[in-house]
């Protein structure tokens, strides 16, 4: 029995790290939409801080629609929903958005959608993690390329005051964990598919807290119209070794196999 003792401090610290920690109530997110000419050059940004990790709303109006301000010139772009359940050991967002081009003068521009979340715990930090991450574009004819990533930052990220938009479209690109890219197009009159769908990313160990950050390019606008993108990602630890997870399951075995070999061999008095 003292042998079985001994190795609880070990099953309990490996049901922490499968489970994870606590969510904090505090998560919140910010929205930034960026448009950029056809040079990839970035035209305005506008950027919504503060919202909550649950059913976070935004929404872009362009200067054609009465916006003001450093306001989107050709596009409005709506977060149509932003759910996100943090908890079990997992965090999974679900953003998902609308996007207007308003006029010819959208035609060949782009647009950037990033969504950034903070103060997440779960997968607890120092747990090996990976991200899984699938899309979905509308069936619109609307552009004629769609990138989208998510990737994890170790501590509590902001986003800055303008995205820098070089070789790599995000607007944040040091610190950047696990990513996931997937690729496809907004058009055809089809549903587009990207690929791979679902995609997964490499393992990384969380910290904690972390956020979640996922960039949206949709580029090239063909078309003066709406086009729609909702998508599921989560942040999930790696499954623990078969070994491990055997060994687990058979240490209550072996400490009812112990209790019965003392009860066996004690004296009958």
Known sequence: MMRFRNLLPVVVAAMAAMLGGPDSARAGYSFRVTELDS?????ATQTVTGQPNIGGLASFTSVAQGGLGNNLPDFD????????ISGGGVTKATPGFTINGLSPGSLGKSVLIEVLGDNFFNPSGGTVSFISANGGPSANTFAASLTYDSSVINGNAALTAAPSVGSSYSGITA???GTVELKGSMGNNVSSVLTPNPGQGSNFTIGGPFSFYQAILVGNVTTAGTGSFSSATSVQPTPAPAGLVLALTGMPILGLAGWFRRRKAAPVV
């Open 39 to 43: 040079a990839g050059k970035v035209v």
């Open 175 to 177: 610190g950047l964990l």
């Open 77 to 84: 772009v709506t977060v149509v929903t932003n759910t996100t």
